[in-house]
């Protein structure tokens, strides 16, 4: 019999499923209610506190003054009850009186009340029916009879028979139960298809493990069960909803706990029709699930929007997220209808404006606290239930209610956790909710300490974005909830950390895959340039071989174009949601979620990385660089003092004075970390327009496009992708004006050391070879017109004043030319013989087995010194035809690739150059990688830490470190290479 009934409870459940599958009101319904408030039903309807509508009243009735229930008319008496419903008839004019119970009708001692039943003089009792139960037309006292016709039982005062109540009557025609019926709850059932209620139900705390009997559940579970379900009593099917909450929502094959009893009351009484047309909302019960089957969820949640558009800005603005929530009492009495907007939801205690703001529209909203176990137990004695709506105004007074599906994260279906999974295909969607449960877990009575209590510690409201919308169109909104259960052990000291918030997120696939697409487009192209650079670098050391060391000249050319693809890709990715998120008005993008920014911080790490690789090898490249300085300046007489030697006496040259090298090279050393923009001051305006003028509000996770925040407002939370948008956009702009201003205004107006270097060169007699390859390198022509640099006062300004007044020869290197700074390739020959000059100082600092013991070291670097100022100087003199060089320009495409296209064998090459790129050689010819490292670097520190001020900091200790590096360095390498003692260098 047991298991022929559960085949055909089976067949009914699976039947009402497939209708509801292939219903077309299931497909396409909008679940939305209409809202009414209990006012609003009027003197002939009652409000319906399962379907939260008005319901007319029958025939001879009216509102009772509660309004949640129907009452007989003044003059009318009530004929039957069954406890849903009422019949009334009407009272005779010889007893027109209608007595306190509203039951039977009776001659009055006077006239009736306007309310249609009889009064007596104050102090005086009104007696109106026998101690039968009988009615009187006199006061009288008599027994209280318990059989028909009384139907009476003494008040709990003991002054007055009233009738019994109606489960008892209904089921037993007596005030007594009988012994083939139930009696649970103070009320009487008479047997049915209900499972038996267990001995002490219990609730289970999944999280620790307990089962807890609970006090509550074995007073009013399946009282509660029975009436909702034989009796359709709205309020006991309220309660047994609330229950099966307390248990959250879980469902097992067990079917006499709250969530089972439900269940079997929602199939049984599938005849009587849906409350407002939804399926899911049967009536007489509370709205408890979306449907009992899973792979619903995306069906409910991304199926139809939300009929109202959000606009951030304009006339059409609409921000405001109205949700209001029915709420229930523990015993299922309907309450109120709440704005929850006034913090009903939050658990943590704020001001009204900082509440409020969580339904502000766009704002992402977080709310955490730790709250004491000891106040929740104070002040949460019994728990309050919410079913939240979000309310529609389609026209003035006709305001809708759109059900907001809640998923709650501690569901168990068959003791599977099966809403915490990540595909929504398995989710169990459901309503109605609780914050805090200190009912449940007590044991012994419903006055004692609870065992254990659960708490929401958190729940979040998620909006999510229609795809492709230009309207601000948004899904339902989805509540999830997260609850914690607390064993009870020291309520004072015990602690529970709970929060609230609200998300905005839009599918970022496409995003994603945009991105990707740049990278893979962008890092392609980059492989082709570091392919042409290391070509070029081939050439540059005259190596035709592909060996180890090529290859890892790629990866490092490789570094720094990759270095700027995701440099490009991530500023653009910045100014993107910047831009079209603060500035929209119709919504049609919302910003990453904190878990979606991890792939873009990991791009912006690996920017900074690859720059960092790159800027080190551009500062070994520039510390290993070759330079000399060739003097040209001639002895002009002979020594005052004979030097005499065997058999004759000499008359040597006067010697060339050396300062004049030492100031060049002094001057050189000055300009090795000499900057187009100020380092130091481009720190401190982005700290200031960021924190000071309040730049750094725009990236914060809201619509607002304020620069300053009162300090009553909420502050919603940083994103990372918002924050290192704004940063490198205030950091690009304040470097390019700087740039601007110094090339434009600084260097023309005020003082420019790279041109006036190469004058002081050709003031002080004095060329300058760099090489930075081993046949590469810039050449800086500083030979004087005049023939003497180191002369008097008067003769100098005497030449300066020819020069001025073309009466001499032009600067330039070819006559008639005034280009003196050029490119250089020079052949293998002429490297060698370089080499050679300088092999016996590269001896000295080698292995001590190679080291003359006896050379003076002073004299070798003199010597040295003189021998390669002579061989440059006849290079530049066309003195040596085997290694000779012609002049000539650069074409277009070779400087737009940086390539050679001639390869220097038999003479040098040197390539007039008006741009002066020997300054590549230097931090003033590298401003593009400085700057994009040290802004790489400061948004970084700001995404570890959120902290701009910390970045500042550190940015600015980042760079004179460094600086202080290259000073020290080059200094070193500058007196190795030109051979010019470092103690001159000051």
């Known amino acids: 019999m047991a298991t022929g009934a559960l085949k055909l409870r089976a067949f009914i459940y699976g039947y009402i499923c497939i209708f509801l599958l292939k219903s077309d009101t299931f497909s396409c319904e909008q679940f939305s209610v209409s809202f009414t408030q209990p006012s609003d039903c009027g003197v002939e309807n009652y409000f319906d506190i399962s379907s939260l509508s008005c319901v007319k009243c029958g025939p001879n009735q009216m509102s009772s003054k509660s309004g949640f229930s129907c009452e007989c008319q003044t003059g009318f008496k009530v004929l039957a009850s069954t406890g849903a419903s009422i019949t009334c008839q009407k009272c005779s004019d010889s007893a027109p009186g209608v007595t306190q119970d509203g039951y039977g009708c009776v001659r009055c001692p006077g006239s009736p009340a306007e309310d249609g039943k009889c009064q007596c003089p104050t102090g005086s009792i009104l007696v109106e029916r026998n101690l039968n139960g009988t009615l009187l037309t006199v006061a009288a006292c ?64 999944a999280q620790l493990g307990l089962a807890v009997p609970s006090a509550w559940l074995s007073s009013f579970l399946y009282s509660s069960a029975a009436a909702c379900l034989l009796f359709s009593n709205r309020t006991a099917c309220q309660a047994l909803g609330n229950m099966c909450v307390l248990n959250m929502h879980s469902l ?44 619903l969820a995306s069906r409910v949640l991304q199926t139809d929007p939300l009929p109202v558009g959000f606009s951030f800005k304009g006339v059409d603005r609409n921000t405001n997220v109205e949700l209001l929530a029915a709420v229930y009492s523990v015993r299922g009495e309907f309450m109120r209808w709440e704005n929850v907007s006034r913090g009903t939801l939050q658990l943590c205690p704020d001001t009204t404006t900082r509440l409020q703001a969580a339904f502000m529209f766009g704002t992402a909203y977080k709310q955490k606290c730790v709250l004491s176990v000891s106040d929740l137990l104070a002040s949460q004695s019994e728990p309050l239930f919410y079913d939240v709506f979000l309310v529609q105004q389609k026209a003035p007074g006709d305001r809708r209610l759109i059900a907001v599906p809640t998923l709650n994260l501690n569901l168990q279906f068959n003791g599977q956790s099966v809403n915490q999974a990540s595909n929504m295909n398995g989710w169990y969607l459901t309503r109605r909710l609780v914050l805090v449960d200190t009912l449940s877990g007590r044991e012994k009575s419903l006055s004692s300490t609870p065992r254990a209590i659960r708490v929401a510690s958190d729940l979040k409201i998620r909006f999510q974005l229609v795809p492709s919308t230009q309207k601000g169109e948004v899904y339902p909104p989805l509540t999830t909830v997260s609850y914690s259960d607390i064993l009870i052990s020291d309520p004072v000291k015990q602690t529970v950390t709970v929060s609230f918030s609200v998300e905005y997120e839009m599918d970022q696939n496409e995003a994603r895959v945009k991105t990707d697409i740049a990278l893979g487009v962008l890092g392609g192209v980059a492989v082709v340039y570091s392919l042409l650079k290391t070509a070029s670098w081939k050439r540059r050391i005259a190596s035709p071989l592909i060996d180890l060391q090529t290859i890892l000249k790629f990866l490092l050319f490789y570094a720094g174009d990759l270095a700027n693809v995701f440099f490009v890709v991530t500023v ?33 790490g690996c920017a900074f990385a690859l720059k960092m690789v790159q800027f080190l090898h551009k500062l070994l490249v520039q510390l290993s660089v070759d330079i000399f300085f060739i003097d040209w300046e001639r002895p002009r007489g002979k020594a005052s003092k004979p030097v005499n030697g065997p058999g004759e006496v000499k008359t040597p040259a006067s010697p060339v004075s050396i300062w004049r090298t030492y100031f060049v090279a002094n001057e050189w050393n000055e300009i090795q970390t000499i900057r187009k923009i100020s380092p130091t001051f481009q720190v401190v305006s982005v700290l200031f327009f960021l924190e000071v003028a309040g730049f750094s509000s725009l990236a914060l996770r809201d619509p607002s496009s304020e620069l300053q925040r009162s300090a009553e407002a909420y502050t919603p939370a940083y994103s990372r992708v918002l924050r290192y948008g704004v940063a490198t956009a205030i950091w690009l702009c304040l470097g390019f004006i700087q740039m601007t201003f110094f090339s434009v205004v600084y260097e023309r107006f005020v003082e420019d050391k790279i041109r006036q270097f190469v004058d002081l060169c050709s003031l002080s007699n004095i060329s300058v070879l760099l090489l930075s ?50 490119q250089v390739s020079v052949t293998s020959r002429l490297r060698a013989q370089y080499d050679r000059i300088l092999e016996p100082l590269s001896r000295r600092n080698g292995p001590s087995r190679l080291v003359d013991a006896s050379a003076n070291p002073y004299e070798q670097s003199t010597k040295a010194y003189h021998t390669m100022n002579r061989f440059l100087g006849s290079i530049i003199d066309h003195a040596h035809r085997e290694m000779d060089y012609i002049v000539k320009d650069k074409l277009l495409f070779e400087r737009i690739i940086g390539m050679e296209f001639i390869e220097p064998l038999e003479k040098s090459i040197f ?76």
């Open 142 to 205: 008599e027994a209280c009879s318990g059989t028909e016709p009384a139907f009476s039982v003494p008040d709990p005062k003991g002054n007055r028979c009233v009738r019994c109540q109606d489960s008892f009557i209904n089921t037993s025609q007596s005030c007594t139960c009988g012994s083939s019926n139930t009696l649970a709850g103070g009320m009487c059932f008479p047997p049915s298809n209900l499972p038996p209620p267990s001995n002490v139900p219990s609730v289970y705390f």
């Open 252 to 295: 097992s094959t067990l079917s006499n706990d709250a969530c089972g009893l439900y269940s079997t009351i929602y199939r049984t009484t599938a005849a009587q029709g849906n409350n407002q047309g939804i399926p899911y909302w049967r009536v007489s019960l509370p709205w408890l699930y979306y449907g009992e089957q899973a792979g």
């Open 572 to 604: 653009g990715t910045g100014l993107y949601w910047l831009i079209f998120y603060k500035a929209q008005q119709f919504v049609s993008v919302f910003l990453p979620l904190p878990a979606q920014e991890e792939r873009f911080v990991i791009y912006v």
């Open 773 to 822: 390859q081993r046949c590469f390198g810039y050449y800086i022509h500083g030979r004087s017109v005049h023939g003497h640099a180191d002369t008097n006062m008067e003769e100098m300004n005497s030449n300066m004043k020819r020069e001025m007044e073309n009466l001499c020869g032009q600067r330039g290197l070819l006559p008639n030319s005034d280009v003196q700074t050029f």
């Open 911 to 986: 390539y007039n150059d008006d741009s002066y790129s020997f300054v590549d050689v230097l931090y003033y010819g590298n401003e593009a990688t400085l700057l994009i490292f040290d802004m790489l670097f400061f948004c970084v520190v700001d995404l570890g830490s959120q902290n701009f001020v910390l970045a500042s900091v550190l940015t600015y200790l980042q760079q004179l470190i460094f600086r202080l590096v290259r000073n020290g360095l080059g200094r070193r390498n500058l007196a190795t290479k030109t051979l010019v003692d470092k103690r001159f260098l000051i």
